[in-house]
């Protein structure tokens, strides 16, 4: 159990720094990641170093923390502004940080901290581009009451729900509130035929169990796909394979890795990758067998994972970490507001410009994210 975490000083005393992300003590990192105000991987220790490791972040990565002592109140990893490309400043991410809302330590100290992070983006740059905010999360939330605060204009660009799962009383109450009915019942058809074609298990491996082969059969599945062939396999490059290796393996701290694999005749034909905080299962990675794409086993696992928060006691909470899955939409019940923003700090340029220009490019990135699907449909049929 983590002792419970008093400030030192005055509120009044907290102030930002822009330091660099490798000076940061990985003691207090991971204990700012203990007391967050919500449980998130996605700016703890482990991901962030796996990324500058694997040369998946700059060298030189800053990030904007608030300190009490040598304590940690605040952090948020951030990609400065570019202004000769009319690039506003950003949160650092990378395809595998799917929520950018700042680490922000719990208790008295939580509104005080967040105020002094917004000054220190303040002195970043005057403009921001903020992408994947989880707008009901407490830090989410505060972030946006703080620059509300201190004067920042803020507009709206994108939203989207995304799928999240509490647990409830059991499986069949769980299965009961799914918004759809007709998924379940045709994830039970699939699952009838897959039995038949030989013995089916459902594994989870945690910390204390084989990480390493675990994510091996993950990294050969998604290669194995329509990912390897467009070469967007982690394993399709060799820096991304060593990131998912360290990502999901064996490590301590308030972040663990987990994986859940679904055997037929105890071959691997599907495999999730995921991160667990604090009792939150974040979903970062699925990917299946295509020869056995008529059972639909990639779905058929997720309905396993669900099945085995409600059977377990390690777990209260599923978070889908994406942005649009179907089959996460249809079993879980609850939604987590994400909404991307232009900011504009007092005296920077007006919001509205800034705001429509991230929606030109929006617009163009949906284009091109279209076009991608046509091509990994082409794959699939070649």
Not at 99 to 104: Q, S
Not at 139 to 155: D, I
Not at 232 to 249: I, Q, V, Y
Request: proline letters at 9%; glycine letters at 8%.
């Amino acid at each position: 159990m983590n002792a419970p975490f008093s400030p030192r000083g005055a509120s009044a005393s907290l102030a930002p720094e822009i330091v660099p992300a490798a000076s940061l003590d990985p003691a207090a990192w991971d204990a700012l990641v203990a007391r967050a105000a919500a449980p998130s991987p996605d700016y703890g220790r482990r991901m962030i170093a796996a990324h500058l490791a694997h040369g998946l972040a700059p060298p030189d990565l800053a990030c904007v923390v608030v300190r009490d002592g040598p304590a940690l109140l605040a952090l948020l990893p951030i990609r400065p502004a570019r202004p000769m490309l009319r690039r506003s400043a950003a949160p650092f991410t990378a395809p595998l940080i799917t929520a950018t809302a700042p680490l922000v330590a719990e208790g008295p100290a939580f509104a005080p901290a967040l105020a002094a992070l917004v000054a220190g983006l303040a002195r970043v740059s005057d403009s921001w581009r903020w992408p994947l905010l989880p707008a009901g999360t407490p830090a989410g939330a505060g972030l946006l009451a703080a620059m509300a605060e201190a004067g920042w204009g803020v507009e709206t660009v994108s939203r989207f729900a995304r799928p999240v799962l509490d647990r409830f009383p059991d499986h069949a109450a769980c299965l009961a509130a799914a918004p759809s009915r007709n998924r379940v019942k045709d994830l039970r058809r699939r699952r009838r035929r897959l039995d038949a074609l030989g013995a089916v298990r459902v594994e989870t491996v945690g910390p204390a169990g084989d990480l390493g082969a675990a994510c091996a059969a993950f990294l050969a599945l998604e290669r194995a796909g329509w990912k390897g062939r467009v070469g967007t396999a982690l394993a399709s490059r060799p820096a991304t394979a060593a990131l998912a290796a360290d990502l999901f393996g064996a490590g301590e701290g308030p972040v663990t890795a987990r994986a859940d694999l679904l055997r037929l005749d105890g071959v691997p034909i599907a495999a999730s990758v995921a991160l667990t905080c604090r009792r939150t299962v974040f979903l970062l990675k699925t990917a299946y067998d295509e020869r056995y794409a008529a059972f639909a086993p990639g779905a058929l696992l997720e309905a396993e994972i669900v099945r085995a928060l409600h059977e377990g006691s390690e777990a209260d909470r599923l978070d889908s970490a994406t942005q649009d899955s179907r089959v996460l939409a249809d079993l879980y019940p609850g939604r987590s507001e994400i909404v991307g923003f232009a900011a504009s700090a007092p005296g920077g340029p007006p919001v509205a410009a800034l705001a429509a220009a991230l929606r030109r490019s929006g617009a163009w990135r949906a284009r091109a994210a279209a076009l991608r699907a046509w091509l990994r449909r082409a794959a699939a049929r070649g």
